[in-house]
């Protein structure tokens, strides 16, 4: 059956002390509500509607890539009233999943595993059983407990209702017409004089409706956010959560605890990956691959049998196989490693491609350059691509030798098997197999004397 979703995102989050909508605070690199409406487009919705109230224009910019109906709650009356938002969008013949936007850990497996419930009942109800359920919604069963009943909110409870630990986790589906008659029928006539939801399980109860539950395979999925205490928590779950998926695919981490993804990350078997590193956006590592301790990486590839040494950042950039990086190297947005390629401390690359076996050791900056196979980029080289308005290219030939300390002015081409004399700035372009000194010619002045302290 089709699905309509409704994300109820209208809370202030006043705990957060944050001028950033609660939603939008991030975990695991991702806008909460974005992780949720990510995890809804793995279900194929039909239509996702978000129920806002607090920062319109923050939500709008932040969330401006998804296709979504936009259901202002001016002023928040309670989830029952949030959801009257949505209801000129809801298709009275789907399934209304609704869901909470401030709970981002909730796994499509466990959605999917409550539509499926749904399928043979009027209502599904994920809820979960918590050691400390203060402060929740309780699920109500009749004396059989196959069948629930109502919820009654905490303030609402009585104290033997207080005792019932299975509460209901606010995701829900129901059928959109019956939806939508139910939330009309809604009162505030409460402990917190709002519109409550929940209202809507004793009414389908009322109908004689079935109400079946599902639960998630952890309580951590369905945990709210309230304040940043307990996003810490929520992002370190879902870090280990990434952890471990790393390890089982593969990846031997030196501390499953200080590791972190904020995007894909894809290992190939046998990966040793140090502490405290951060990889953002796409990354995929080849087998065999070692990452040292503090590394960066965001959106790149990393071929096999390469090693990225400790403290090295890795943007938008593709490394080849047995590459040896690092440590203390920087390859920037376009940077491209053959096999074998080597760039080591302090060398900071940018649309750039090494060559098969290229190196380039040490204290070095190359940018729009092309780096042949085998050439040999001595320490201090820097290719001066930026005459202060354009960028212009460097190429440098196959088995190419530049000595230390160069300045290679773009545009400029050194040949294949060239040789630059150490501390030369070239202008020039320079042939195959020559050797360019561009610097001036060691002189000896004998006879000369130091300055001595003049007196006064
Ligand atoms: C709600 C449930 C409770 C459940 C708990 C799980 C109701 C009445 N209670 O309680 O049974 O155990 O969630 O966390 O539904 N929201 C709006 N507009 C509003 C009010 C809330 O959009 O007017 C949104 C909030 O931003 C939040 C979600 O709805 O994302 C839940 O609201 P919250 O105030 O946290 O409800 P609880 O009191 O926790
Ligand atoms: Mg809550």
């Given at each position: 059956m089709a699905l309509s979703v409704v994300i109820l995102a209208?809370?202030?989050?006043?705990?957060?002390?944050?001028?950033?909508?609660?939603?939008?605070?991030?975990?695991g690199g991702v806008p909460m509500v974005q992780r949720i409406i990510n995890t809804v487009n793995e279900l194929g919705a039909n239509s996702i509607n978000l129920v806002y109230g607090h920062g319109a224009d923050l939500l709008k910019t932040a969330l401006s890539d998804n296709a979504l109906n936009w259901c202002l709650q001016?002023?928040?009356?309670?989830t029952g009233h949030a959801v009257q938002q949505a209801a000129e969008y809801i298709n009275p013949e789907d399934d209304v999943l609704v869901l909470v936007?401030?709970?981002?850990?909730?796994?499509a497996d466990t959605l999917r595993k409550l539509h499926a419930v749904k399928a043979n009942a009027d209502v599904a109800l994920l809820t979960v059983n918590l050691d400390d359920p203060t402060g929740m919604g309780r699920i109500i069963r009749d004396a059989s407990g196959d069948n629930i009943t109502a919820i009654v909110e905490h303030k609402d409870a009585t104290e033997a209702q207080r005792e019932i630990a299975e509460i209901n986790t606010g995701v829900m589906i129901l059928n959109g017409a019956d939806l939508l008659g139910w939330l009309d029928g809604l009162?505030?006539?409460?402990a917190q004089g709002e519109f409550y939801l929940t209202d809507v399980i004793a009414m389908a109860a009322a109908q004689g409706k079935s109400i079946h539950s599902a639960q998630p395979e952890s309580a951590v999925e369905v945990e709210g956010v309230n304040n940043r205490v307990h996003l810490a928590k929520l992002e370190r779950a879902l870090q280990l959560d990434n952890a471990q998926q790393a390890m089982l695919a593969g990846a031997t981490l030196a501390d499953p605890a200080r590791f972190d993804v904020r995007g894909e990350l894809t290992v190939g078997n046998d990966v040793f990956i140090d502490v405290n590193c951060v990889f953002e956006g796409t990354v995929t590592l080849g087998n065999n691959v070692r990452i040292g301790q503090n590394c960066l990486l965001q959106h790149c590839t990393i071929a096999d049998d390469t090693v990225i040494e400790a403290n090295s950042i890795i943007q938008n950039a593709q490394v080849g196989e047995a590459c040896q990086v690092g440590p203390y190297a920087r390859l920037r947005p376009g940077s491209v490693l053959s096999k074998k390629a080597k760039v080591g401390n302090f060398v900071e690359m940018k649309k750039t491609t090494l060559g098969?076996?290229?190196?380039?050791?040490?204290l070095t900056y190359l940018g729009d350059a092309i780096v042949g196979a085998n050439a040999n980029i001595g320490a201090?080289?820097?290719?001066?691509?930026?005459?202060g308005v354009n960028k212009s290219q460097t190429l440098i030939g196959a088995n190419a030798f530049i000595g230390s300390n160069s300045s290679l002015v773009a545009p400029v081409t050194i040949g294949d098997t060239a040789t630059i004399g150490a501390g030369s700035v070239v202008t020039k372009d320079v042939e195959d197999d020559a050797l360019a000194i561009a610097r001036a010619k060691q002189r000896h002045l004998t006879g000369w004397e130091r300055p001595t302290k003049k007196m006064t």
């Open positions: 209208a809370g202030k989050g006043t705990r957060m002390q944050s001028s950033l909508p609660k939603v939008l605070h991030p975990i001016a002023e928040q009356l309670g936007g401030d709970a981002p850990l909730i796994k009162e505030n006539n409460n098969e076996g290229a190196k380039a050791n040490h201090g080289t820097i290719t001066c691509n930026y005459d």
